[in-house]
């Protein structure tokens, strides 16, 4: 039999980072059916016509929503052409019976627990409509399939986050009680990936168990190899703070996303000020990632983010808000939505919902400004003389190969939104 894997493309262009889910489920599929042919298609990286793909089983992520449309659409396509489609991730697991409509089998859920029935059914001709993938422990994993010629690969460690901020996917997919990976295992997977710079795609890395992350970190220490992540500033702002961050370091820690903020507004309370601080000195590059255009935020929010940027010396990476089907938050705003169900345009740089105070071209127009700003080429080289010292040039290096892509994502997000406001004035 042969299985066709694919991750779809996105909007904007990406870091060069080998996807996990293509690497991972291939390793699951390798385990499962050894003698299958498996294929993983990246069209990031490689574009491909979809006229080219030939399979009897084709799985396709639909993680990231705003590819939903794209993978729908491909979807379709092959299975006019005869061939059987599976849908899963974060966007089928939450909406699973329209993602039905273009498949012919969802994974709600985690694949790990009927990936391997799925793949027999598909072999007998006899998929069933849903698959309820049931949370496992995350022992035993198998070793993902890597891909060649990606600068960076990623990792997981843990899955689940008991924090349930209402604007984030992850609980809905994998939990509110946090899985973890037998830290031997990680080592070698780390020891194992190509390459010197991986990404740790954990939630939240040091969020849940303080005690379990240092151990983890401890014991990466050898690998000598230098990583990202993503994380709070809760952790940093605790005794507990300095030890975690030495640990941190030790390990290969070189930029953290401060994604988990949830109720950031433009201001950062004194504790949290700090803790940037504090991650500076330990070498670590913090980078926030912060929402914004929530109902609850003002007009000069946005303003503001740029008066912190210079106050702590940061890279800013700014998103509109995106309401993701499955949260709460998108249950929340659902009498205030305006683009539900048109995918496209959850790309975090739309206004996907009336605002009390500020229009919809409003807060684009304020979003693109402040990306603009962030993204500038003057901004990008002076963040380079704020990236501690101790960390050249590998950590200079990195952030140029990930910051550079993702500047020419967001100016691509300007433009596109230019022409479309032009057209709209012309209308
Ligand atoms: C890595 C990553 C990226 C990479 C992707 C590129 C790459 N080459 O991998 C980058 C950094 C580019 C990225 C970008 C974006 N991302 Co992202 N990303 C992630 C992240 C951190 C890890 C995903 C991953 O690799 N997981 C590892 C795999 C093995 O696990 P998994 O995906 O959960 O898969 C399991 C199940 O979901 C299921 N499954 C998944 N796919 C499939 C497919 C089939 C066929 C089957 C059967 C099962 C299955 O089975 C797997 C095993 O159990 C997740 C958060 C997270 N921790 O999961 C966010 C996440 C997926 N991203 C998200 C988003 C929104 C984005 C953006 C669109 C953000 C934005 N607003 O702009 C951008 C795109 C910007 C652009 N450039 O256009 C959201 C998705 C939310 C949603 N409901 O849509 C997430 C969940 C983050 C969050 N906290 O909300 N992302
Ligand atoms: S935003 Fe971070 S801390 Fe909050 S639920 Fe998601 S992973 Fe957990």
């Known amino acids: ?77 092959l299975r006019k052409r005869g061939m059987r489609v599976v849908l899963g991730g974060f966007n089928p697991t939450a909406l699973p019976e329209q993602a039905k409509e273009h498949a012919d089998a969802v994974v709600i859920g985690e694949a790990e627990s009927v990936w391997t029935e799925v793949l027999e059914d598909a072999q007998r001709g006899k998929l069933e409509s849903f698959y309820y993938g049931r949370p496992l422990p995350l022992d035993n994993l198998p070793l993902p399939l890597r891909l060649p010629g990606y600068k960076f690969h990623a990792i997981f460690t843990m899955r689940g986050c008991p924090y349930q901020c209402k604007f984030c996917a992850i609980t809905g997919l994998y939990g509110k009680t946090p899985r973890y990976r037998p830290i031997e295992d990680v080592v070698k997977e780390v020891d194992a990936l190509p390459g010197n710079y991986y990404w740790n795609t954990d939630g939240n890395v040091w969020g849940c168990n303080l005690k379990r992350t240092i151990d983890l970190f401890t014991a990466l220490k050898g690998s000598k190899k230098k990583w990202f992540g993503f994380g709070d500033l809760k952790a940093v702002a605790t005794p507990s703070g300095d030890k975690l961050l030495k640990a941190a370091r030790d390990s290969g820690l070189l930029s953290l996303w401060l994604g988990c903020e949830e109720k950031f507004s433009g201001e950062m309370e004194k504790s949290k000020e700090d803790a940037v601080k504090k991650m500076k000195d330990h070498g670590i590059d913090p980078i926030l990632a912060v929402i914004l255009g929530k109902r609850t935020d003002n007009p000069d929010t946005f303003e503001r983010i740029v008066q912190l940027a210079d106050r702590l010396g940061i890279m800013v990476h700014p998103f509109l808000l995106v309401p993701y089907p499955g949260t709460e938050l998108y249950e929340e705003y659902k009498p205030f939505l305006l683009k539900n169900g048109q995918w496209e345009f959850y790309d975090g740089a739309h206004s996907l919902f009336s605002h009390p105070q500020m229009s919809d071209e409003q807060r684009e127009e304020k979003f693109f400004k402040l990306v603009l700003e962030m993204f500038s080429l003057k901004r990008v080289f002076k963040h380079l003389f704020e990236i501690p010292l101790s960390v050249f040039p590998a950590g200079h290096f990195a952030f140029i190969m990930r910051e550079l892509p993702i500047r020419k994502g967001m100016k691509a997000a300007y433009e596109k939104w230019l022409q479309n406001s032009k057209s709209q004035t012309r209308l």
Do not use: N, Q
Not at 27 to 48: Q, V
Not at 60 to 67: A, K
């Open 1 to 77: 039999m042969k299985i066709c894997l694919i991750d779809p493309p996105l909007p904007y262009s990406s870091p060069p980072l080998a996807p996990l889910i293509l690497e991972y489920l291939g390793g699951l599929t390798k385990r499962a059916m050894p003698d299958a042919e498996i294929e993983l298609l990246d069209p990031k990286f490689r574009p491909f016509s979809v006229d080219e793909i030939k399979a009897d089983l084709v799985g396709i992520c639909g993680s990231r929503i705003v590819t939903l449309p794209w993978v729908y659409r491909t979807a379709d396509t």
